[in-house]
């Protein structure tokens, strides 16, 4: 937008950004901006201004954070030559690749591409698994009974999810063991991904409290009786996760464990690998 | 949109959609659509008399996926309640929970969380790693050699990406032998989690060609030179992962194997996990 102030020099006012450290910037659209800014064609002349300012400066990637409560922006800002990059609930993220020349191509990153799932293989002293048959889905009214599954949280450890899940349909306490493998499949969802670990967990108790809203009913099962279900037998990947489940029980089958590291920024972040002890000791002997 | 046909009785047009296994209906908006229905006003009252129809028949989520070329409608679409679910380059998918009773909780399944990243371990018979360094990112200009790494194409299975990040990085045909440890991080991209595989591969040629626009130089390295790097050495998750793969040079460290299955629908998937063979051949005795 173009104002004029006291001296009588033009003054452009830009969108109000950060730099990224990739020569791009970042803008985010606040819901409590100026109510002029947010008008549609304020907001339009702002933009163009801005990238136009962007343009000289030679910046590369311009993102745009905008509230869902600004809807009304989306249709400018594509307009400019925006494209989406990724949605949440309560926002929209979009992109666009200022350079126009072949020299420097368009380096945006992918958008978030896999849900990840968990599924516990907790087993007690008489050799009797924890199992659950679930209310809706596919199982729905097949009187098979499952291994506890779900989705791990954005932002929560594989190793911390599949405990959560267990405790939130069976009442069931447990302490994470390790992955027993995993699995990827696709278009599990729409077009995205899917990473599913199977993990094992020691149980710390054992009465059953099941949930109600997803969970038809929970129990101990002897685990021979589980992994013999019709439907277990005749779906290959499940069959070939239950043999993985009773070569563990009986034969010490090595999965990967969980080791807490920390980054650079010290935020803390898990490898999972076979055996961590014996890197630490390899390390200390070199 | 109401329409009074020869007979006079009001005919109430709809949205076309289809329906989900849980309830729901999916609603796709097509850019060939009639000019008529793509006007704001239409399609408003288009969609207000859908939902009203959809309310009496007991749906549940109605999804609605918009092509980028109708981002005029984003805004008519939030104002009835609808929220963001997802977005790719080219469309964006919006959802709504109809069920106003707190018997029927909302359902709606997370997005996607989770990058998924691969890292490449390539040693060959001289006990030589294949390194690569970056034109930009953190490593720019550090002179840090590294194992090429890259990121998972949608739809892409992990073993598959890391030999192609190889060739395209290197030159160096491989071929995928194990996944030695992943990681889980968080909040390394907006709000989302990262999961990164470490892998094993052979190299089945040795010539290097590397890509320009992203590696600065690539090159065959004794492993200890590599692993001895101060940036290696200093950074706690470098330096552990650097370690598993000396472990894995000299005492056979067990990954996870690539275990092709197929889904019930025909898919092909894969499980990592333990030696397969043994599972196999546990199943045979059963």
Redesign the interface.
């Known amino acids: 937008m173009t104002k004029h102030n006291d001296t009588g020099i033009e003054q452009i006012h830009l969108l109000d950004r950060c730099e990224d ?2 020569g791009g910037v970042r803008v985010e659209i606040k819901e409590d901006m100026d109510a002029d800014v947010m008008k549609a064609d304020v907001f339009a002349s702002l933009l163009r201004a801005s990238i136009s300012s962007w343009k000289q400066q030679g910046k590369k990637g311009v993102w745009i954070k905008l509230p ?1 409560k600004s ?2 922006l ?2 400018i800002i ?2 400019e030559g925006f ?11 979009l992109v666009c690749w200022l350079p126009e020349t072949s020299d420097t ?1 368009d ?1 945006i ?8 799932g968990v599924g516990a293989f907790v087993l007690n002293d008489k050799r009797e698994v924890l199992v659950v048959q679930e209310h ?3 199982f729905q009214g097949t009187g098979v009974w499952k291994l506890p599954t779900g ?5 929560e ?2 190793c911390d999810a599949v405990v959560r899940e267990v405790k939130e349909e069976t009442g069931v306490d447990t302490k994470f063991v390790e992955v ?8 599990s ?5 899917d ?1 599913f670990f199977l993990c094992v967990l020691q149980p710390e108790s054992s009465a059953i409290d099941k949930q109600n ?1 997803e969970i038809e009913a929970a129990q101990w099962m002897p685990i021979e009786e589980y992994a013999k279900q019709p439907f277990v037998v005749n ?3 499940f ?3 239950a ?2 489940c ?2 563990k029980a009986d ?1 010490g ?4 464990n969980a ?1 807490a ?4 920024g010290g ?1 803390r ?6 055996k ?1 002890e ?3 000791n ?2 200390s002997l ?1």
Chains 1, 2 share one sequence.
């Open positions: 450290s990739y869902i809807s009304h989306v249709d594509v307009k494209r989406y990059h990724h949605a949440e609930p309560t926002y929209l993220m191509p380096t990153p992918d958008n978030a591409s896999h849900r990840v809706s889905g596919r989705v791990v949280n954005e932002g450890d594989i027993l493998c995993f699995r990827q499949s696709h278009k969802f729409f077009t995205k991904s990473l809203v779906n290959k990947q069959n070939f996760m043999n993985i009773l070569v034969h089958y090595p999965g990967f080791r590291t920390t980054t650079r935020k972040n898990y490898i999972y690998c076979n961590p014996i890197v630490d390899f390390a070199m």
